[in-house]
């Protein structure tokens, strides 16, 4: 694992969210849909459960179905509270011991992912690059050419990487690429197949792997 490249998700993957994010996000997507459409509460729940059977994510439905592009609306809605998360000093230190390259690929914004990291007090720094959905072009992790454009971007072999995530599905996208998946799991439950590696969380990972 000496020279592989570390690929990290931020969310529930660098902190414990919890339930808190999608809460938060819930929330903005809420006060998205009231202020841009004109829209009551109840109208605006209506919305989010109809995007939600029909697309992977609420940008996706808005830059289809209205005149907003992901963009904006990602922006906004990624512009949440980073107070209930804490500083965590061994991460820090733990990830700057490892020396192999470092990259951070979020579906979510630069700006939400450098807000976090200044919470947890890690320097942003320690990663070569941070890929965000805007570098995506919208086109997120559970597709694959998602990661074949960050891949090629940054002239990387799937093989030659080790991607953690919380999302099995993602990861399951990143192991058909080819990557090395490691799935940042609290609860105990059974290993996916497409999962070489399951840890509780992503210092017990990092030390175990890497240190
Ligand atoms: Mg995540």
Known sequence: MKNKTLIFDLDSTLYY??????KLCYNKVMSFLIENMKV???QAM??????RKNYHYDSEAIAKEYPFSQSE??????DIPTDFIS????????LKQISNSKYI???????????????????KDLFVYIYDAHDMDYIFKYNKIC???????????AQD????????????????CGMITVFVKPDKIEKPQYVDYMFSDIKTALKELFL
């Open 105 to 123: 690929v979020t579906d979510s914004t630069q700006k939400h992912t450098k807000d976090v990291l200044e919470k947890i007090k890690i320097n």
């Open 46 to 51: 209506k919305l989010i459960k109809e995007f």
């Open 87 to 94: 500083e965590d000093k061994e991460l820090a230190t733990i």
């Open 147 to 157: 990661f074949e454009k960050f891949l090629d971007k940054f002239n990387l072999c």
């Open 17 to 22: 969210a919890g339930n808190q994010m999608e």
């Open 73 to 78: 609306f990602i922006e906004y809605v990624c």
């Open 161 to 176: 990487c080790v991607i953690f995530e919380d999302s099995i599905k993602n990861l399951e996208v990143a192991k058909s």
């Open 40 to 42: 009551n509460k109840i």
